[in-house]
């Protein structure tokens, strides 16, 4: 029976110690990959730390080590108060939908993920349009004709920045040839960046001269070897153009930080419901600056601007290869 | 399909099967000597880390790639403390070394660089860079012998000629030397070796130790080589796939060479063509990717012959037993 007891006061002071002091300050949550991910992730501590550098304010968080932990994580910062609660990743999606009812009076934010619940504000991007645009910058930077998309694990996610890519390079360039590759169908394939360096060097042999890599740390080992062999390359979700400079065309920007700083600026108030980031709202585009400012011409910039006020105004639809699990283009 | 994507594939595949192929060497060594190891990939892992960090630190390839081996080397001391000292369980010690691994890089890379668990980009100094061999530019016109010798077999990193060096090494260390016949004889009978009075702790600490050398050239070769830095678990489980080749070889240091080209052409195969079709069937990548454990599950199961590993694998040994 002491054991057990001093197993209760552990836990208590486990949560404490996790919660901190109760109050109705913001959470966030942070997903498997962790806080400082340089990408996804970071982007929503970055936003985080814009609203508290702007509003001096504070929030809680927590980084996930297991996916044991949600559930738990969840619940401890609902009944503590956090109000309201920030969670990054499409993982949380099941467990929220449990957890909601049970805090009716709980704001709670879902980034990447639709769960529907009265008081879930599901936040999703339009990659399929960022995806575009930078597929057409690649087109009109390859001399070859030819450019290359490495992905990362094989889900409709990664496919639909494909598709979108595709879809790009195309409106361009018709003829343009896309050559497309996985790196896997586990897990294993967000961090493999020596399988990205080989699919870049086969995409390469194929005559690829700019590839766009949408695949978390593989994609360090596709811009390494784009950069070795001396060819363009596209980063994803954060600005990576800094990674080589000059050798980065541009990245595709997924504006997370953007999604947890307007949660967080409007605090308990958050509205839920459905919101999509796309290019009409900010919540997507590709990152202009001074590492690839040579790379871009002003023709390409207006060919670009003219794409992006036409997506943003709806007179041009970008296909969403989640909309129906199927891209118009090969 | 004409001769520069031919030789573009074998290229592909001898820069793919390098780690396998050191660390199959690095798993055979541990295991004839009758330590299992299934802690390669961590110390794989942990050598990428070390690596790249002090070829960053310092500018020098060389210098990293010593601390790839000594980090590699720690990792093996403690598998062997934990399963020669201690007679712990051999497996459970190398998932231990596997887990640590994989949280210690990047916990250690987030408090030095702050990266989010990886380091920076090398520069060029910091990294080991193709090398020609000698007249490898002089015949590189020549038919037949100039794409196959120059495009093929010079330029790559020194570290693939010292994996491809070490495997008839091994052969010969394992085959032709006292301490190769000693080393089998601990993964078979170490009493008998215990009689005839030369210690079974020194020799399979001897083995051990071995293991981490290559385990770490290994590693370093994929941060400083193959990559320009570290990724949070880069090796994305080269280490069992090794093991993996180990059993397909059946433990013998010229199969190891083959299963390890075998699976790296599998590998560059499945990366240049995501479908391959043969004939009116098309072969998707998911079977290609998988191939390499189908196979050693079919030599496991006795199909093409027996896989035996060697008798006092997994046992830990003591005198009093």
Redesign the interface.
Known sequence: MAKLTNWRVMAFVAGLGMAGAAGADPALVFDLGGKFDKSFNEAAYSGAQRWVSETGGSYREIEMQSEAQREQALRRLAETGSNPIVMTGFAFGNVLNEVAPDYPDTKFVIIDMVVEQPNVRSVVFQEHEGSYLVGMLAAMASRSGTVGFIGGMDIPLIRKFACGYVQGARAVNPDAVIIQNMTGTTPAAWNDPVKGSELARAQIAQGADVIYAAAGGTGVGVLQTAADEGILSIGVDSNQNHLHPGKVLTSMLKRVDNAVYNALSQGKAVESGFFVMGLANGGVGYALDEHNEALITADMQATVDEATDSIAGGALVVHDYMSDNACPVE | MDAS?II?ILN?SV??AT?LLLACLAGLYSERAGIFDIGLEGKMLTAAFFSAAVAVASGSAWLGLLAGVVSALALSGLHGVASITFRGNQLISGVALNFLAAGMT?LVA?SWF?????TP?LQAGARFTPVDLPFARALADTPVVGPVYSGFVSGHTLLVYIAVLAVPLTWWVLYRTRLGLRLRAVGENPGAVDTAGVSVIRLRYMAVAICGVLCGIAGSH?ATA????F????T???GFIALAALIFAKWRPWQALGACLLFGFL??VA??Y?NLSLGGITIP??LM?ALPYILTVIILAGFVGKAIPPAAGGIPYSKEA
């Open positions: 994507t573009e592909s820069r793919l780690p990047v987030q702050g990266q989010g668990g990886r980009s994929m193959l990559q320009a830095g990724v949070k678990d880069m994305a489980g080269r590998e560059a990366v240049r995501q990548v998911q990717d």
